[in-house]
Structures are given as structure tokens and as C-alpha cells.
């Protein structure tokens, strides 16, 4: 979890911040759900209309 912070932190050009916070939103997903649905909001509020925004929108509407 803490490699994924610092990338969502410290982005880089190979791992985009929504990257790393799908990543780390997925592994949150057993262990912390509502983790994973506040991250997954977040994602598909700040990246509308990418494709990290439509993988956030159909992962929240599994966990719902």
C-alpha cells in the first residue's frame, strides 16, 4: 500500500496517479471497502471521461 501512496503522491510518467489509485483502490476492495468506494469516487470525479474513470464507475457499482 505505501509503494501505491507514493506513486499517487509522486507520479510518474509510466504510472499516472489514477494508476496507482485503481491499484491501490482494488486491494483496498477486502480489506477496506468503503476505502475503495471513496477511492473509486475520487477516480471517476477527477478523470471523467478517461478510461480509469469508467473502470472506477463500473468497480463502485460491484461494490454498492
Request: charged letters at 20%.
Amino acid at each position: 500500500a505505501t509503494l501505491f501512496q507514493e506513486l499517487i503522491a509522486h507520479p510518474t510518467t509510466t504510472v499516472p496517479t489514477s494508476a496507482a489509485q485503481l491499484q491501490l483502490a482494488q486491494m483496498y476492495e477486502t480489506s477496506n471497502p468503503n476505502e475503495a468506494k471513496r477511492m473509486y469516487a475520487q477516480i471517476e470525479d477527477q478523470d471523467k471521461g478517461t478510461d480509469a474513470a469508467q473502470l472506477a464507475q463500473k468497480k463502485l457499482a460491484k461494490l454498492k
